[in-house]
């Protein structure tokens, strides 16, 4: 599943509806400290902004910046009618509380879709921002022809911002969705049943062939950097490839995808 191709088919769709708009969206991207991991997802980010006509405003703010001033900045960006979207990079200096800081951001400019608000319309199937990677998820099996409705869907890992909600649009697809996480039993007997395997559940090279169902089409949501550099996922790919039916790399794959659905949420968000 080629994710660089779809993600970029996903951006010239997106960069010909912005050249028609008036006036571009823009995209109000916050990072707080110097976590070198969020400035490379910042970066891309940025970079898919360039791309598509979007426009991006970076704010930079020191690790040791206090709850109440990064609070003031969203306030401001919330009332900003030159700020589409906003995205606070994850993850905050410990002193900050994340839900604090989502919860604070307007559910009408919440292009990660993390609003309590947000996360409430997609559970009741009324998305307006649908969560990056869960959609990017959706979007990248869709693309690779691989049909959902009426398919097993088994989904390892159960965060609140990748395997719940990627769990509840399987559902929404009209999979059969299962959600395995770390107590769960005889996990390879159930990984083993899926169709459709989502894995994100943080552990490099953790799901083998012998987990998977020949055919089955394997979606990796995980990113590792091993030692020399190298990047690898949650699936082991070279032995997975060779039982899949279809799979996403790491990288080249869901990563992009994200980033690509972030682009769309911002479009959404500017329309609104
Ligand atoms: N950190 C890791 N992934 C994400 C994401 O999708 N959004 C934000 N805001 N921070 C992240």
Same mark, same amino acid.
């Given at each position: 599943m080629d994710g660089k191709a779809i993600a970029s088919e996903i951006k010239a769709e #997106?960069?010909?509806?912005?050249?028609?708009?008036?006036? &571009?969206?823009?995209?109000?991207?916050?990072?707080?400290?110097?976590?070198?991991a969020s400035k490379i997802y910042v970066g891309n980010k940025r970079k898919a902004c360039a791309e598509t006509g979007i426009k991006s405003l970076l704010y930079e703010l020191p690790e040791d910046t206090p709850q109440k001033d990064l609070l003031g900045l969203i306030e401001a960006l919330n009332a900003s009618p030159e700020v589409s979207g906003i995205l606070v990079q994850l993850p905050l200096p410990g002193h900050i509380s994340e839900p604090d800081v989502l919860t604070a951001i307007s559910p009408d400019k919440d292009v990660d879709g993390f609003h309590p608000?947000?996360?409430?319309?997609?559970? #009741?199937?009324?998305?307006?921002?649908?969560?990056?990677? &869960?959609?990017g998820i959706v979007e990248l099996i869709k693309r690779s022809g691989v049909t959902i409705s009426g398919k097993r869907a088994v989904v390892v890992g159960r965060s609140v911002n990748v395997g719940k909600p990627a769990a509840l649009m399987l559902l929404a697809e009209n999979a059969t969705v299962t959600v395995c996480h770390s107590r769960t039993r005889d996990l390879a007997d159930v990984t083993r049943e899926a169709d459709i395997l989502v894995v994100a559940l943080g552990k490099p090279r953790f799901i083998t062939a012998d987990m998977v169902k020949p055919g089955a089409a394997v979606i990796d949501v995980g990113i590792h950097r091993l030692g020399g550099g190298k990047l690898c996922g949650d699936v082991d790919f070279e032995a997975v490839r060779e039982v899949a039916g279809d799979i996403s790399p790491v990288p080249g794959g869901v990563g992009l995808m994200t980033v690509a659905m972030l682009m769309k949420n911002t479009l959404a968000a500017a329309r609104l």
């Open positions: #997106i960069s010909r509806e912005v050249s028609a708009m008036t006036a &571009p969206p823009s995209l109000a991207v916050v990072i707080v400290g110097d976590d070198p608000a947000n996360a409430g319309r997609l559970m #009741i199937g009324q998305a307006k921002f649908p969560p990056c990677t &869960p959609a």
